[in-house]
């Protein structure tokens, strides 16, 4: 049956002509300015029906946007998932097989499990260890404000600052289903210069979340220094970003049974006022709010155990 749920108001770019790339790995390009500065790297399609990275990435080489120092990669990741999207399924094409953004640790990668995402994963994965900044753009299930998600440790909380958009920064663990790209090896070690962001667009078919991901990826790489204001400031808006609000994540409601459900139908950014308020059902157990004020973090509609029904943060004061 055709999923109503959403109008689909993107339509995804096609990518075939980026197919071949410079890098041996398809779907991956790369430019080297030939002046020291960061590596900085951007990429789209984690999941295959999140449409604005790649409209975002489509954009930069349609620009022929080229690094003014250091060196600029843009990668298409999970694309066999984007090449199965269709507007009558599409929660259908986010894997083949599992989460591409579950599998970027060193057991798993390095390990004897097999799928089409750690077939691709592997293929990329040479092209990852050699970015110094990440911006990895995705969107998400429910119309909720855009969010970037920082990570655990203040030096990308830092990075979401100098980047100025989106408003609301999330300062997250991840998921207790995998590690994600954001969080691979360096980017998630506290004592390491390399660093990586998660973007979340808004909702995946919005047509904002498309203009979202372009505006986060110019900032992003504006503040590498890979490009300059003249290539960025056309396509930016005029006025300043406004100032970003800190949510700190202590921790994700991990689905327990085959029967979870939510209280209501929660969207994400409510702000519960009492702890131990009902928010769902695992089963015969009661999940409630651990403290007062507590901000419901993208709640999921894919309710399968072991994976995140929703994550429960507080704001914070940006350090």
């Not at 702000?271 to 993208?298: F, Q, R, S, W």
Request: proline share 7%; hydrophobic share 40%.
């Amino acid at each position: 049956m055709p999923d109503q749920s959403y109008r689909i108001e993107l339509q995804g770019p096609d990518i075939s002509p980026y197919r071949a790339g410079n890098t041996g790995i398809d779907y991956v390009t790369s430019f080297d300015s030939g002046a020291p500065g960061p590596h900085a790297m951007l990429t789209a399609l984690v999941h295959g029906n999140e449409l604005c990275g790649a409209i975002a990435l489509d954009f930069l080489f349609r620009h022929n946007v080229r690094p003014i120092k250091g060196r600029l990669t843009l990668a298409f990741a999970n694309v066999a998932a984007y090449e199965s999207f269709t507007p009558e399924t599409p929660n259908a094409s986010r894997y083949l097989d599992e989460d591409f953004n579950r599998v970027w640790s060193a057991e798993v990668l390095e390990g004897p499990r097999d799928s089409r995402e750690l077939r691709r994963a592997r293929d990329l994965w040479p092209a990852i260890d050699k970015a110094d900044l990440l911006l990895d753009i995705h969107s998400m299930q429910n119309a909720t404000p855009p969010l970037m998600m920082a990570g655990p440790l203040a030096k990308g909380r830092h990075l979401a600052r100098e980047v100025g958009v989106p408003r609301i920064v999330v300062s997250d663990a991840g998921h207790s289903a995998g590690t994600r790209m954001r969080d691979y090896a360096a980017f998630g070690q506290a004592g390491s210069n390399k660093n990586a962001l998660l973007v979340e667009c808004g909702q995946h078919w919005e047509q904002g979340s498309g203009e979202v991901a372009i505006e986060t990826a110019l900032r992003f790489l504006l503040h590498t220094g890979v490009v300059d204001t003249s290539f960025a400031a056309p396509h930016l808006p005029k006025e300043p970003p406004p100032a970003q609000a800190f949510i700190e994540v202590t921790g994700p409601a991990t689905i327990e049974t085959d029967a979870f459900r939510f209280t209501q139908d929660f969207r994400g950014m409510e702000v519960i006022p009492e702890a131990g308020t009902a928010i769902g059902h695992d089963g015969d157990k009661t999940v409630t709010t651990p403290y007062d004020n507590c901000v419901l973090i993208m709640p999921s509609r894919r309710l399968r155990r072991g994976e995140s029904a929703v994550r429960f943060g507080r704001y914070i004061e940006s350090e």
